[in-house]
């Protein structure tokens, strides 16, 4: 049946939230940006304990329940929560927000792939300790980014120690520091165990933090999100346990492309999740801007037929427009995860949607603002930078239209290119 | 709880409207056009699927209650089968549901139970009026009291069936306040003009309607002495009026993904092309999130929030992805699009008509 509502619980979360975006993130958001590589501390400390908590029920689930814990009925609406807290929390900060401590992309291929047995002897350390830590994902490298399956870090068996040996680099690393480096997190890491087998030699790896091979780079100086930390990780004979090879035993005796497509199931959740983060983003500059006009005076009339409108009204409601059919479509992508339905096109629709929405809203609030809007002196512009990453990670725009056009034309990769 | 899937009585209505589509509605969709007409039987078919009955209570002839949401989805498929034809079927919609959600109890037993019956109802709503300076909340057309009667001058635009009906619904501004008033056809003063020349929904015959000292008593006003709140009619109007522009959107993308994929240049599909193959996705992206608003704002209306801010966005989405899909759908099949024997430019011709299109109908 169609419907809108919220669960009231999460609606009461959002509400703690929005305190913790507004008097926590936005307050350090224009002195994070100025100062690149430093660790938004408060939001980090502010987090942890909540994150912790939360990790701490899900681990308990699963040792009580193991696999049945999936299997229970009704709606899940653990992934509606979370793709509502990264909109509110990338309303009050996208950068910090990418610094949130817990699992990340890194802990949800855990969960998406993950046996029992690996969700909780690596998703434990999510759920305790004093101090926090992080999970991270490396897919991309210098000349595998769209086309990942071309990837060339390796994993190679050694038989005597049963351990994999990495090598490879891996680039624009969200949390890679964090994970590797600054915290006991760890990375999954996307390695072939057969150059020669194209997508079906692909194999997920988990590296844990200070594991010994790993040389984390210096941040990369980026155009915004300057407080989320990404890096560039080079792996030299790095050693991890056979059991740190991710996902069930059919995937680890090398059948088929079930690696690769691990990593294509973790995008139908992390696709949603970053047009979520887009719309908050989006919401922030809308918001901003509205206000901003307000002071002066300029609001919209809602009932005026377009004869009457300003140019500044049209503007608004077009963006309005954008941002509301992008944030439908990605409640639309997360409804169908929370009713067990496959949602691959809805994810790449959100996600293409959302990153051209948040792109083309916040160049137009800086417009409409002047040159007030133009001015480091207030969010505006870092908000169009901000925006525009949206636009291009977990797969650019046209990568993600190329997905959808292939489904919605029935059509293989060979047949669209 | 968060969920966008169709329950089943709207699955079984979408299917069986589909169907109407398919089976009747393109079959004769593109000579309606050309002939200026709707084939009896076909309005006649389409018609007893009941959809309006299925909002009108039991107590004034119907089968159940209002939904806008379930209006949205059903008007939809309407109009993926034929705009003109949907809004022939559904018009008196425009009338019905304004009476059943801002009429008095008396003015809903005497109208409700004609939406009810075998026939298409011969009523129809006229608001629009023929200036560049429309405004449905300040209409040129005027109410001015005169002792127990009311005194209405104006020209109205866009009258659909005008000719047919016995009863029209006529808006006029009202001291300032858009009302509504029951006028027969053949009161004194009331003179159907000429058959409006439109760009597209030709297949719907539409009038220019003029009030020269029309006299009707003053409780033929829409909601009586209260009167209505006009903003939240035309929000509903507006949802199913967007909810047709999805469908129509729907059906020229549908039409033009099926003819790349079967058009051949280069020794293969056209639609292996990424210009084509990108054109088509970001037609569907747009179509779904119009849709999504249109069933929000459908959504919020039926829960009794306000939605006009909302309805207004969603109006602009939709009245701008409904003119582009077209034209996209039109670019695909290249100089065939341009050509009459294919339907596509009549849904670019139809298109373009939605921002025009108050009151044609409503959830």
């Known amino acids: ?417 | 709880m968060l969920d966008f899937r169709l329950d089943e009585e709207q699955k079984m209505l979408t299917d069986t409207i589909h169907r109407f589509a398919e089976e009747r509605v393109r079959k004769v969709f593109r000579h309606a056009d050309e002939d200026g007409k709707i084939p009896a039987d076909v309005l006649k078919a389409g018609w007893e699927i009941g959809v309006l009955p299925s909002f009108i209570p039991e107590d004034f002839g119907g089968f159940g209650a209002p939904s806008a949401v379930t209006a949205a989805v059903a008007y939809e498929e309407f109009a993926y089968g034929d705009l003109a034809i949907a809004l022939n079927i559904l018009g008196s919609s425009a009338v019905a549901m304004a009476v059943l959600r801002a009429g008095t109890e008396a003015q809903k037993e005497s109208h409700l139970p004609l939406f009810c019956e075998e026939k298409l109802p011969r009523v129809a709503a006229a608001i629009t009026e023929p200036t560049i300076l429309y405004d449905p909340f300040d209409l040129k057309t005027r109410a001015t009291p005169e002792g127990d009667e009311v005194v209405l001058n104006g020209v109205k635009s866009v009258v659909p069936l005008a000719d047919q009906a016995d009863t029209l619904l006529i808006y006029v501004n009202e001291g300032g306040q858009t009302q509504a008033y029951f006028v027969p056809a053949d009161a004194p003063g009331l003179k159907l003009g000429d058959r409006d020349k439109l760009m597209g929904i030709r297949a719907l015959p539409t009038f220019k309607l003029h009030l020269d000292n029309v006299r009707v008593p003053v409780e033929n006003r829409l909601g009586g002495d209260a009167g209505i709140n006009f903003g939240l009619l035309l929000n509903y109007s507006r949802v199913a009026m967007a909810a047709m522009a999805v469908g129509m959107a729907r059906a020229g993308y549908e039409y033009a993904r099926d003819y790349a994929k079967q058009r051949i240049q280069f020794g293969e599909p056209i639609a292996h092309r990424q210009s084509i193959a990108f054109m088509l996705a970001e037609m569907a992206i747009d179509i779904d999130g119009a849709r999504m608003m249109v069933w929000e704002a459908a959504w919020k209306l039926d829960q009794g929030q306000e939605a006009t801010q909302e309805v207004t966005v969603m109006k602009h989405f939709v009245d701008d992805i409904v003119m582009t899909v077209a034209d996209r759908a039109l670019q695909t099949l290249g100089g065939y699009g341009y050509i009459r024997e294919y339907p596509v430019e009549l849904w670019f011709r139809n298109a373009r008509g939605f921002v025009t299109f108050d009151g044609l109908a409503s959830a």
């Open chain 1, 1 to 417: 049946m169609i419907d809108f509502e919220i669960p009231a619980k999460i609606k009461q979360e959002l509400i703690m939230v929005e305190m913790v975006a507004s008097q926590v993130m936005r307050p350090r958001s224009r002195y994070l940006d100025e100062h690149e590589h430093e660790r938004p501390t408060d939001f980090i400390n502010t987090m942890w304990p909540a994150v912790k908590e939360q990790n701490r029920r899900q681990i308990e689930g699963l040792k009580q329940n193991g696999a049945a814990a999936k299997e229970k009925s009704g709606p899940s609406t653990a992934i509606l929560r979370l793709i509502l807290l990264i909109e509110q929390m990338s309303w009050g900060d996208a950068g910090q927000y990418l610094c949130v401590p817990g699992g990340g992309l890194g802990g949800a291929a855990v969960e998406a792939v993950g046996t029992p047995e690996q969700k909780i002897r690596f998703l434990s350390r999510f759920a305790e300790g004093d101090e926090p830590s992080w999970g991270a994902m490396a897919i991309t490298e210098p000349d595998a980014g769209s086309d990942n399956s071309s990837m060339r870090t390796t994993a190679v068996l050694d038989p005597e120690t049963n351990e994999w040996i990495i090598n490879g680099e891996k680039i624009f690393i969200t949390s890679g520091s964090l994970s590797l480096k600054e915290s006991n997190g760890f990375c999954v890491v996307w390695a072939t165990v057969d150059p020669k087998a194209g997508r079906g030699g692909i194999k997920s790896f988990i590296v844990e933090g200070h594991t010994p091979g790993v040389t984390v780079s210096p941040g990369l100086e980026k155009l915004g999100i300057r407080a989320s930390d990404t890096v560039i990780l080079t792996f030299e004979d790095v050693r991890v346990p056979y059991d740190n090879l991710l996902g069930s035993a059919e995937v680890r005796e090398q059948k088929g492309t079930e690696g690769f497509a691990g990593a294509m199931k973790t995008f139908d959740a992390s696709r949603p999740a970053v047009a979520a983060s887009a719309m908050g983003i989006a919401r922030a500059a809308l918001e901003f801007a509205k206000e901003k006009l307000a002071e002066v005076g300029v609001t919209v009339d809602y009932t005026k037929p377009a004869h009457k409108m300003t140019s500044v009204e049209r503007d608004i409601i077009m963006m309005e427009g954008l941002y509301k059919s992008a944030w439908l479509l990605t409640l639309k992508s997360v409804a169908a995860m929370m009713h067990g339905e496959g949602n691959r096109l809805e994810a790449s629709m959100s996600k293409a949607h959302a990153g051209m929405a948040v792109t083309k809203i916040s160049q137009k609030a800086v417009e409409l603002l002047g040159p007030l809007g133009y001015s480091r002196e207030i969010l505006a512009e870092k908000f169009m930078r901000d925006a525009k990453i949206n636009d291009i990670y977990e797969g650019t725009r046209q990568i993600n239209l190329l997905i959808v056009a292939r489904a919605i034309l029935g059509y293989s990769r060979k047949e669209l290119k």
